[in-house]
């Protein structure tokens, strides 16, 4: 699969922790975003880098929210000190260059106990 | 901020029957339509799109209208098949990042 891929798939974890998330890029993809959909809603806009550069940041992403996307490929999502109401399907999606085509990948569902 | 507005947020219909999806927007600025399909535990994928430049585009069964004065855009779906039945999602995005704001989504169910 030469898709937009992401792992885990599932995660649940306690209030408190800290959970990473991964997400791989389509190869030629220069562009990322970081999206949070929970039940009913729309995927709703969390961070947004080019290259490696982290250029846009939702209110959305607290202190708590950290992203990172250290040589312009995979990134990664990190939630520090877990609430219960960070429970929400977390999905990423990339484009390439100027087209405006975004593809997601499968998500990474966490659930905070 | 960009807010858009969808509605039915439920539509149900038989097969081979019409459907359409509306979605309003507040910034007069967005200038990119997309319109994404849900299935049920899947990815959100991309089945049309368009830009402020055009005023409709059809891609076989599907197609996508935008009124840029009144600021609303829709989703035709004509001759529906069960397989169709999915949450679609508009959004609207402005500038070169193309970080765009969804509507909150409407579950089509195509009865048999």
């Known amino acids: 699969d030469t898709g937009v891929s992401q792992d885990p798939r599932h995660k649940i974890t306690k209030r408190g922790q800290n959970v990473t998330f991964r997400c791989d890029p389509i190869?030629?993809?220069?562009?990322l975003y970081w999206y949070r959909q929970t039940l009913g809603q729309g995927p709703e806009f969390l961070t947004y880098?080019?290259?490696?550069?982290?250029?846009?940041k939702s209110r959305l992403l607290s202190d708590r929210f950290s992203a990172e996307r250290p040589k312009g490929s995979f990134s990664t999502l990190e939630i520090q000190r877990t609430e219960q109401g960070d429970s929400a399907m977390y999905l990423c999606?990339?484009?390439?260059?100027?087209?405006?085509?975004?593809?997601f990948g499968p998500g990474t569902r966490l659930t905070v106990t | 901020g960009e807010n858009v507005e969808q509605h039915p947020s439920t539509l149900s219909v038989q097969e081979g029957d019409s459907a359409v999806i509306k979605c309003t927007y507040s910034?007069?600025?967005?200038?990119?339509f997309p319109w994404y399909k849900q299935e049920l535990g899947k990815r959100p994928q991309l089945i049309i799109d368009?830009?402020?430049?055009?005023g409709e585009k059809k891609d076989q069964r599907i197609a996508v209208t935008l009124n840029k004065t009144a600021k609303h855009f829709s989703l035709h779906i004509t001759e529906t098949q069960p397989e169709d039945s999915a949450v679609y999602f508009c959004?609207?995005?402005?500038?070169?990042?193309?970080?765009?704001?969804f509507g909150r989504g409407t579950s089509l169910i195509v009865h048999p």
């Open positions: 999606a990339t484009r390439q260059g100027a087209k405006a085509e975004q593809y």
């Open positions: 910034d007069s600025a967005s200038n990119y």
């Open positions: 880098f080019q290259n490696e550069a982290q250029l846009e």
């Open positions: 368009i830009r402020s430049n055009v």
């Open positions: 190869s030629e993809h220069n562009r």
């Open positions: 959004a609207a995005s402005s500038g070169g990042s193309y970080i765009p704001t």
